[in-house]
């Protein structure tokens, strides 16, 4: 059974500096892994998918980075804003197209 | 407007009710899920329908039924309440012609069980 761990659970960090959200999976049969950003009264928001035969994505200050043999995925978010707070989830998504979640981190930037 | 609707977005109840939360979406999509999310455990999926003939559980589908109504509807019921499914409700679509078959969420529904 496929299970994927967040660490840290929380992060706090001054405006600025650089974010680095770390998730790990324990079956390395994936089709892609995805980030996702969720803010409180919203839905999920997808930032960045990575195939399985890709080994990073970038999306303006966001880069995630994908090592399948290792089972595990990096989201780095540079220059960290007041408006990065949120709940930031990676998923795997494998046969069947079910995604399994980790528990995400909740980022707070201080100002 | 929103893809992808989910009403209501708070419930309150109380245990041994029956509560149906329902989803609506104008993305044209084949494909729909309802996930739950507890604090701190992500999401995990209760049902996913793959067309409106085919339905099938997910990893913790006891205690909740879901309905496909229409491409465009999903409704997930609980039978009758219980305080441990307290959490938020997540409803998605995807389309499986295109890829990646990307998951597309709505806004959530906060489900409280007294």
């Known amino acids: 059974k496929q299970e994927v761990t967040q660490i840290p659970a929380a992060l706090s960090v001054p405006e600025g500096e650089n974010l680095v959200l770390n998730c790990s999976f324990t079956d390395s049969a994936i089709y892609n892994l995805q980030w996702f950003r969720q803010d409180p009264g919203k839905g999920l928001t997808s930032l960045l998918l990575?195939?399985?035969?890709?080994r990073e994505q970038t999306s303006g200050r966001l880069n995630a980075s994908l090592d399948k043999s290792s089972g595990r995925s990096t989201l780095y978010i540079a220059a960290s804003q007041p408006g990065d707070s949120a709940t930031y989830l990676c998923?795997?998504?494998?046969?069947?197209?079910?995604?399994?979640f980790g528990g995400g981190t909740r980022v707070l930037v201080k100002p | 407007d929103a893809d992808v609707t989910q009403t209501p977005r708070n419930r309150i109840t109380k245990t041994g009710k029956r509560i149906m939360l329902e989803c609506s979406q104008t993305k044209g999509h084949d494909r729909m899920y309802w996930y739950r999310q507890d604090p701190g455990l992500g999401l995990r999926l209760i049902y996913y329908?793959?067309?409106?003939?085919?339905?099938n559980k997910g990893e913790i589908s006891d205690g909740y039924s879901v309905s496909r109504q229409a491409q465009a509807k999903f409704s997930l019921s609980l039978e009758s309440a219980i305080p441990n499914q307290t959490a938020l409700y997540f409803c998605a679509t995807s389309d499986p012609a295109r890829s990646p078959d990307t998951q597309y969420f709505g806004p959530g529904t906060r489900l409280t069980v007294l």
């Open positions: 990575i195939q399985s035969s890709q």
């Open positions: 998923a795997v998504q494998a046969a069947g197209n079910k995604l399994t």
């Open positions: 329908s793959f067309d409106v003939k085919d339905i």
